[in-house]
């Protein structure tokens, strides 16, 4: 089955510094990727995903991109603020009834 | 909005009780899941349910079992709780698209201590 690796599993950056979180996947029959975002004592919740006919997706600060042959996708936030620290999880599945796997997540500091 | 809750917010339970988690969502989802969360180990897929009635293992099912009698309740039962279940428990749901199952929604989480 699909294996989700996740790097770094912790990151502390300056606040207005770039933060980059790389994900590789096992499966290469996977095509869907979604980033969830945790902050402390709260729920998971979408950030940001991306599918396998796209190699870049961007929505402001935030960007992933998907490398197929590499098999592996990022997370690149720019101009970090204080409040995007938390734990964020990547995750891959195959199209169609395919529950996600996810990565083991990167704790994110913005050091202010 | 999408909104997803979960009975409790904390349990604690004894080794070899019977737990009940159970979650409802109010946006029609077909699709629910439950996951652990673990420090270092992220979210693990316990079981999911495509559907009233229907069950699929996920990742880690051993000692859990669950029931969906209506589309928008989903239940986790621990048969015997063990100390090793100790854990964040997290329900999600979510609507199907035409190529994927469709965006997670999660609950708030029930943290369970199995003493």
Not at chain 1, 62 to 89: C, G, M, R, W
Not at chain 2, 59 to 84: H, Q
Request: glycine share 6%.
């Amino acid at each position: 089955g699909e294996n989700v690796e996740q790097h770094p599993s912790t990151l502390s950056v300056q606040e207005g510094d770039s933060a980059v979180i790389k994900c590789t996947y096992s499966d290469s029959a996977s095509n869907y990727f979604p980033w969830y975002k945790q902050e402390l004592g709260k729920r998971p919740q979408l950030i940001i995903d991306i599918r396998s006919n796209v190699g870049e997706k961007k929505d402001q600060r935030i960007a992933v991109t998907l490398n197929k042959t590499a098999k592996h996708f990022s997370l690149h936030i720019t101009e970090t603020q204080p409040e995007d620290s938390a734990v964020y999880f990547c995750a891959a599945s195959l199209t169609g009834n395919t529950p996600l796997v996810f990565g083991k997540g990167t704790r994110l500091s913005v050091i202010a | 909005d999408v909104k997803v809750t979960q009975s409790s917010r904390y349990l604690v339970k004894r080794t070899g009780e019977k737990v009940f988690l159970e979650c409802v969502q109010d946006m029609d989802h077909e699709n629910m899941f439950w996951y652990r969360q673990d420090p270092g180990l992220g979210l693990r897929l316990i079981y999911f349910s495509y559907d009233v009635k229907m069950k699929e293992k996920g990742d880690i099912p051993e000692g859990y079992s669950v029931s969906r009698e209506k589309k928008e309740r989903f239940s986790l039962i621990l048969e015997s709780a063990s100390t090793n279940q100790t854990s964040m428990y997290l329900c999600a749901s979510s609507k199907p698209s035409a190529v994927t199952l469709g965006t997670q929604y999660f609950g708030p989480g029930t943290r369970l201590l199995v003493l």
